[in-house]
């Protein structure tokens, strides 16, 4: 099978969903003439011209708010908010409207939204250029959550999130677009509310989420040199949740680490964990564990960065810690 | 600018419109006092001119997107009156089955986009349905309405930014009403008139008397023109005043009664005077008109009242399509 970037996944579904459907649109800060500050969305002004390849001004509460109007009236925006610590900026835009809209008009509208950002560290971008934020947006109701690991999953998904008729927020890691993975050249779609078991093991149940799935799979690595086989879960939408994939998981191994990059206090692992409790208690032989970053800021440099966010090693820490 | 020519009929139209806002909007005031409507109301007495001055220019197709002063707008664009007032009951045929509530009428098969209560927020929300009209290639209009405290959100800024830079058909209309609720605008706009700030934008910015129905008309005509012709958007301020306290129940400590009563002698509902004064109605007339509209919202009530209210299953549906 041909292996093909993260990002070149992505601008294949964008493509892919654009040739498909006339009202798809992509609009955002930079993504025309400069293809996106990550690339992207490189060659789509070209093919598709710039009536639907927009660039933006500096405003993401107008990219939102805009993108929220043409979707109820019948088109099928894609947004790009460069970074994800800029939803702060447009953050009404998605809690009291694009969330809430179909509901307050008692269902009389669709709203097929899609955010692509980019989250996470990694680079050195510091504090506000380097977040996870998804915790704030599985809160909502009304959003759909996406969160791809692989390219496969990144351009399958990316497919059903313009083909929805809800508004998602998909979130992309930084350090994921240049990496590469298998992707089929025929057409497929992932529907929302399928996890992926990116790894089988009887002893310990891992959850993981964005780069995390890499550092767990390493982590699952070590502990087979141990005898412990560990089962690594991708849920690849937050919202909504495979519940029944992990629970089924956890019935057979019994223990669980959910793991995120995003500050551990109140992150979507707190969420999954309780879950996990409610639903498989007579399952479980130790309580679950979360593993998530520090309760700080991500600092710049290097030497700090890389200290603030989880890795192989604390995921194998904590496996042992319940085993 | 010259004064369009209304016929006759036209000229009727708009103060039954006005009227039935009015009435309409009386009649809340007093369910709300009674207990029969939970929550807010935000009333639109004495704006009666604005709402029905633009809309009057729109047709079922066009876009608005109102707020949490909406039942004016709405009422004007054709929603419902029996929905209307069942949604603002909290009932199941409630336009929005009682889910939205007053700030959030919808209609969208009537181009009600929603009424939205973050101030402002509705403004880039209107920019993007007439992204849509102009995408398509169709010469529908995106028009929001908000109000003099509005003008000093992000998303004011924003919405018109991007509309004037990517010309869409889109006309903003502010209603100064010279409060936010009982911040006066002098205090939180320094300039002179919101209109003024359509320069940085590089669109025209209109000043019109809002009391009075036909300016609001023919500046909208010509803004809703405009916009069609694929020139852009413009903004238009309507000098306007609320007869009604920001809320019902506000006691409106931040006004003298003295400015209410200077006011109430420009009510926009005077227009039915002029039309008997020119010989286009009858005293009579004028009359019947009354008669009709009060019926009619006498039929809505009685539709509210006698509606029920949602089963509770209905709390966790139309989340998602």
């Known amino acids: 099978m041909r292996k093909i970037s993260f990002g070149e996944a992505l601008r294949e579904a964008l493509q892919e969903e654009m040739r498909r459907d006339e009202t798809v649109f992509v609009l955002g800060e930079d993504i025309a003439l400069h ?6 969305t490189k060659g789509l002004l070209d093919e598709f011209g710039e009536k639907r390849v927009r660039d933006t001004p500096i405003s993401e509460t107008a ?11 019948g088109m099928r925006p894609v947004a790009e908010i460069m970074f994800s610590d800029f939803l702060g900026v447009c953050m009404d835009q998605i809690l009291n409207q694009v969330s809430k809209m179909r509901y307050m008009s008692g269902g009389q509208v669709k709203t097929p939204v899609v955010i692509r950002t980019a989250f996470g560290a990694g680079i050195s971008a510091g504090p506000q250029h380097s977040q996870s934020p998804e915790a704030f947006f599985v809160h909502i109701p009304g959003l759909q959550v996406v969160m791809p690991s692989t390219p496969y999953d990144a351009k399958g998904l990316l497919k059903t999130a313009i083909r929805n008729d809800n508004a998602v927020i998909f979130f992309e890691h930084k350090l994921l677009y240049g990496v590469k993975g298998d992707v089929p050249e025929q057409e497929y779609l992932i529907g929302f509310g399928e996890a992926d078991i990116k790894r089988n093991g009887t002893d310990v149940t891992i959850v993981a989420t964005g780069l995390m799935v890499k550092e767990a799979l390493a982590a699952a690595e070590t502990l087979e040199k141990d005898g412990l086989t560990a089962e690594v879960i991708d849920p690849r939408t937050l919202v909504p949740l495979d519940e029944k994939t992990l629970i089924n998981s956890v019935k057979k191994t019994g223990r669980a680490v959910v793991v995120h990059e995003a500050w551990k206090r109140s992150g979507f692992g707190a969420e999954i964990a309780a879950m996990i409790m409610e639903e498989a208690m007579d399952y479980l032989d130790a309580p679950v564990k979360r593993v998530g970053g520090l309760n700080v800021p991500t600092p710049f440099s290097p030497a700090l960065e890389k200290y603030v966010v989880p890795n192989e090693n ?6 042992k810690e319940i085993t | 600018m010259p004064r369009l020519f209304l016929t006759h009929e036209k000229m009727i139209e708009l103060y039954k419109n006005m009227v039935t806002i009015r009435r309409f909007e009386e009649k809340v005031s007093e369910l709300f006092a009674k207990g029969a409507i939970p929550g807010f109301v935000h009333l639109y007495i004495g704006q009666e001119a604005v709402a029905v001055g633009v809309c009057a220019n729109l047709r079922k197709e066009d876009y608005i997107v109102s707020t949490h002063r909406g039942h004016g707008h709405c009422i ?10 069942a949604e603002l009951f909290g009932k199941a045929s409630g336009c929005c089955k009682g889910k ?7 209609d969208y098969g009537s181009g009600i986009l929603g009424a939205n209560a973050i101030v402002g927020a509705n403004i880039p929300i209107a920019a993007g349905a007439a992204f849509a009209a102009k995408s398509r290639g169709t010469d529908q209009v995106g028009v929001a309405f908000f109000g003099d405290g509005a003008s000093s959100t992000g998303a004011f800024h924003e919405g018109i930014n991007i ?6 058909p889109a006309i903003f209309v502010c209603e100064n009403n010279l409060y936010a609720i009982s911040t006066r605008a002098n205090r939180t706009i320094p300039v002179r008139n919101i209109a003024d700030k359509a320069a940085a934008y590089g669109i025209p910015g209109v000043v019109v008397d809002g009391m009075d129905v036909i300016a609001v008309y023919d500046a ?18 309507c000098k306007t005043y609320r007869f009604c306290g920001s809320f019902e129940g506000d006691p409106q400590l931040y006004r003298s009664k003295e400015e209410r009563e200077e006011w109430r002698k420009r009510d926009p509902l005077n227009f039915g005077r002029k039309l008997v004064e020119t010989g286009h109605m009858t005293d009579v007339e004028l009359e019947k008109i009354e008669l ?7 039929e809505a009530v009685k539709y509210a009242s006698e509606s029920p209210y949602p089963e509770s299953e209905e709390a966790t549906t139309d989340l998602f399509a």
């Open chain 2, 100 to 106: 939205g509530g007053s700030m959030h009428i919808a």
């Open chain 2, 163 to 168: 509309a004037a830079v990517w010309k869409l």
């Open chain 1, 35 to 40: 293809g996106g500050d990550f690339g992207v």
């Open chain 2, 220 to 237: 909208a005509h010509e803004a809703v023109e405009r916009a069609k012709r694929g020139e852009g958007p413009t903004l238009i301020e």
């Open chain 2, 76 to 85: 004007a664009k054709g929603a419902n009156l029996n929905k209307m007032m």
């Open chain 1, 314 to 319: 604390d995921i194998v820490k904590a496996v």
């Open chain 2, 292 to 298: 009709e509209i009060k019926s009619t919202i006498e």
């Open chain 1, 63 to 73: 990219i939102v708010g805009l993108s929220l109007g043409a979707a109820s009236v």
